[in-house]
């Protein structure tokens, strides 16, 4: 193996824990300390469309945008520690080309009542996601969520 084939294997492996700490920290990880330190300073999350007809398309711009929106989905309820909520990803597929830039594209679920012996699945769709080197490692830069 090439030492570019080895630094691209590193790579992808170092995205997947990021898609993996997103995921497990929206439900359960402190904000500040892990979960918005996995952002670049500018990222943006998408949301197109909804299965929800009434839904508008939005996105969230910059990291102190992102930090609201959370910040408001943790006070309602919708996620975050106490929340008994998970996402799931799964059918992971990254594209790294030893580039400081990375996509990367999933399936995920988003569970509710996860302490009840029936969890009930509220939503599914699509990650389509757009990653950034930076000088502490790789950050999502971008993700477009698409429902159903």
């Given amino acids: 193996m090439t030492d570019d084939e080895l630094g691209r294997l590193e790579d992808e492996l170092a995205i997947r824990n ?17 979960y918005l330190p996995l952002f670049t300073e500018d990222a943006e999350w998408c949301f ?7 839904a508008e398309p939005a996105t969230v711009r910059g990291l102190e945008a992102i930090r ?4 408001a989905r943790r006070a309602s309820g919708f996620q975050g520690p ?13 594209r790294v080309d030893g580039s400081d830039r990375a996509e990367a594209e999933s399936y995920w679920m988003f569970v509710g009542d996860t302490r ?6 509220r939503g599914i769709g699509h990650y389509s996601d757009e990653f950034r080197r930076t000088s502490d490692g790789w950050k999502l830069a971008r993700r477009t969520i698409t429902p159903g």
């Fill in 116 to 121: 009840s012996p029936a969890p009930q699945l």
């Fill in 82 to 94: 106490g929340s008994h909520t998970r996402h799931v990803n799964t059918t992971l597929a990254v």
């Fill in 68 to 71: 609201a929106d959370r910040v």
């Fill in 18 to 34: 990021l898609v993996a700490r997103l995921a497990h920290l929206a439900d359960a990880g402190d904000l500040e300390a892990d």
């Fill in 48 to 54: 197109p469309g909804s299965a929800d007809a009434e």
